[in-house]
């Protein structure tokens, strides 16, 4: 079984040479062809129907046949060609989503690096107020030191002044 493919060639291609369909307005009415017209048309008309025979004749013997194997091949390379088209259009669609996540990845990235850095900041904060801490309980400490000792020299001063009282 084979299959025409029509090819186009430049060489010896008949073109059809076709007279126009009258044109039936009611403006080129004509009456029916007697005997006579039929036999002055007929000769025109066969010649211009061999014209058209030895055209189409000229075309198919430009025809290419494919075999059914070389034509199977066709077949299945242009479903190939459909699928791999399809495939394309699915990475392109993945390309796409990739990138959108990408830029989506980058923007959670810097929102990211800016709460770490917020997040350094407050350690340094806190790093700050401990130290701030420590030095105020050195100084309360070094306070309290010294109201135990003056409480001590104040007890002292008591016991020395109640014994001057108490000798007078």
């Known amino acids: ?32 062809l007697t005997l006579q017209d039929w036999v002055k048309i007929l000769p025109t008309t066969l010649e211009d129907a061999r014209n058209a025979a030895s055209a189409l004749r000229d075309l198919v013997q430009d025809a290419v046949y494919l075999d059914e194997e070389c034509y199977s091949s066709a077949v299945e390379h242009t479903h190939y060609q459909d ?12 390309e796409n989503e990739a990138a959108a996540l990408r830029a989506e990845l980058e923007r959670k990235d810097e929102l990211l690096a800016a709460a770490a850095g917020r997040q ?7 790093i700050e107020l401990q130290q701030e801490l420590e030095n105020n309980a050195v100084v309360f400490r070094m306070h309290y030191q010294e109201l135990l000792t003056r409480n001590e020299e104040i007890e002292r001063l008591k016991i020395v002044i109640e014994g001057l009282q108490g000798g007078t």
């Open 83 to 94: 699928k791999l088209h399809a495939q394309q259009k699915r990475v392109n669609y993945l």
């Open 120 to 126: 350094r900041e407050a350690q340094m904060q806190i």
């Open 1 to 32: 079984m084979s299959r025409p493919y029509h090819a186009q060639h430049g060489h010896g291609t008949a073109a059809l040479a076709m007279k126009p369909l009258p044109i039936l307005d009611g403006s080129d009415v004509r009456p029916p």
